[in-house]
Structures are given as structure tokens and as C-alpha cells.
């Protein structure tokens, strides 16, 4: 059973690009959870969702950045017109259900850098 | 902004010894977790307490919780090399949201 899979692991853009961040997450898992992390910070919450409904995305910048999690396929990550300040490591999480203290269940991250 | 904060930023210790963080925290939570990060990667689950236990084991790991204090700590016993990396609380509320501090980054020097 392969675990939570993001892609691409590294993508570097320049000023103005789109970046576009995918996460499968693990079989059977139809939450998906978001967070960003700038180096020596924590995980900051972004966005979090269900198959095809956004259930909470206040940790998400009104402007550039949308998230979807649709019926097939992987939960996209976008960020329209990047910023240098946009780089920073993005984790995708899941888990199967939400009923409190579920654990989540980690990608490796993809770190984008903006040139 | 981020509810758990852990303490110390950094801990260097060497193996066989005791490594202890805590997780402070302000508003009231449901349960409280702990994760580590190796550097590079994902985080991963090491324990999960409920706001209604004061105690939890999980082989070298312990972890405690005072709700009356708003305060948790992990403690991992007879450490080893492979124990280095950062070590993240989660606290999680009524919106089922895990909500992460800055981490303690641990050291253990063979």
C-alpha cells in the first residue's frame, strides 16, 4: 500500500510562472490536508478537503493560490503568478475519515523555489 | 498563528541519554499528537494522547499532558543516533484541524 505520493519533489519557477503541486493520497483516504513549512517554522495550515468539496481553506491566501481534491484523480495545489515568497516545502496529508485524533499520514513535500 | 509551541527550539544530547521536549499550548484541545520530521521529509505520527488522559506509552516514547496547564511533554528514553530530527506538537480543537508549533530540532551525538 504506497503512501501519500506528491510530485513533482523539487519544482523551481520564476516571477509571474504558475506552480502547480499534485498529492495521491494513500488508498482508501478521502481527506486531504495541505500545510506549507518555510525553513526552521512549523507546518502552517492551508487548506483542507474532501472528495470534490473544500471543507476549510482558511489558512489559504484569498488571492493566487486555489486548491481541488476531485472524484479521480490527485488533490491539486495551485499558485497562480508566484512570488519569491511563496517559496517554501508543501506537504500534502491525509487521512481516512475525521472523527478527532485521527493521524495523518505524510508525503514527502515539494519544495519550491521561485527564481 | 500556531497554537502548540515547543520548547527548547534545539536540544543536543548524547546517545544514551534522556531527551525531554514540551508542547505549550493555548486554547482548549481534544487530543494532542506529536510527529517527527527527518530532515528533508515528511512528518511522521508517533503518538496520539486524549485531553481526557494524563499518560501515554509507546515503547522508548512517553508522553504526558496537563490540560490544567495547557502543557504537554515528550520524553524519549535511552536515546539513540537514529532519534535526530525535529519533533512537532499537534493540537487539535473542535475543527478537526491538527495545528502544528515550530518543533524542537533533537540532536543525538553517537
Known amino acids: ?115 | 498563528s500556531q497554537q502548540g509551541e515547543e520548547d527548547p527550539q534545539a536540544l543536543s544530547i548524547q546517545e544514551g541519554e534522556n531527551a525531554t521536549m514540551n508542547c505549550s499550548y493555548k486554547t482548549s484541545i481534544n487530543n494532542l499528537q506529536w510527529y517527527r520530521q527527518n530532515s528533508g521529509r515528511g512528518l511522521v505520527h508517533l503518538i496520539l494522547i486524549r485531553s481526557n488522559e494524563r499518560e501515554k506509552h509507546s515503547g522508548r516514547l512517553r508522553v504526558t499532558l496537563d490540560t490544567s496547564k495547557k502543557s504537554s511533554s515528550l520524553l524519549i528514553t535511552a536515546s539513540r543516533a537514529a532519534d535526530t530530527a525535529s519533533y512537532f506538537c499537534a493540537t487539535e480543537g473542535g475543527s478537526y484541524i491538527p495545528t502544528f508549533g515550530r518543533g524542537t530540532s533533537l540532536i543525538v551525538h553517537p
Open chain 1, 1 to 115: 500500500n504506497a503512501g501519500v505520493m506528491q510530485n513533482p519533489r523539487h519544482l523551481v519557477r520564476r516571477r509571474g510562472q504558475e506552480a502547480r503541486l499534485r498529492c495521491s493520497p494513500m488508498k482508501g483516504h478521502s481527506h486531504v490536508y495541505w500545510y506549507r513549512q518555510l525553513p526552521e517554522e512549523g507546518l502552517k495550515f492551508m487548506v483542507y478537503l474532501q472528495k470534490e468539496n473544500i471543507i476549510d481553506e482558511s489558512g489559504m491566501p484569498k488571492e493566487r493560490f486555489s486548491a481541488e481534491f476531485p472524484k479521480e484523480g490527485p488533490s491539486i495545489l495551485r499558485i497562480q503568478q508566484v512570488v519569491r515568497g511563496d517559496s517554501a516545502a508543501y506537504f500534502c496529508a491525509s487521512s481516512p475519515l475525521v472523527r478527532g485524533g485521527e493521524k495523518l499520514f505524510f508525503g514527502s513535500g515539494t519544495q519550491l523555489s521561485v527564481l
